[in-house]
Nanobody, 123 residues
């Protein structure tokens, strides 16, 4: 399984970015997908996850109402739309593919990880 994340960059506080993650190597729609992030000096944290069909999603409290996870199973791609970005959102964002259909926020539910894309938010 290969995951290629893209879309990171530099944005001002209050701005928006959309991250993409293209997947290959297994039946995309059969597995949950997730976005996670890790800021310098901090542990990796969950951001948002989505079921294989896209019908179910979970969000970390810190991003609820600002971020939206979605997926296009025809394109084998998962997205993370990030609005109203804050300096505390600055991190390397990783996409991950689930071990199964379960889409819980725990990173233990995910077994393949992309290389990460960096998001910088200037204040």
């Amino acid at each position: 399984v290969q995951l290629q994340a893209s879309g990171g960059g530099l944005v001002q506080t209050g701005g928006s970015l959309r991250l993409s993650c293209a997947a290959s190597g297994r039946s995309f729609s059969s597995y949950a997908m997730g976005w996670f992030r890790q800021a310098p000096g901090k542990e990796r944290e969950s951001v948002a996850t989505i079921s294989g069909s896209g019908a179910g999603t979970y969000y970390a409290d810190s991003v609820k109402g600002r971020f939206t996870i979605s997926r296009d199973n025809a394109k084998n791609t998962v997205y993370l739309q990030m609005n109203s970005l804050k300096p505390e959102d600055m991190a390397v964002y990783y996409c991950a593919s689930g071990r199964s259909r379960g889409y819980g926020l725990s990173s233990n539910n995910y077994d393949y990880w992309g290389q990460g894309t960096e998001v910088t938010v200037s204040s």
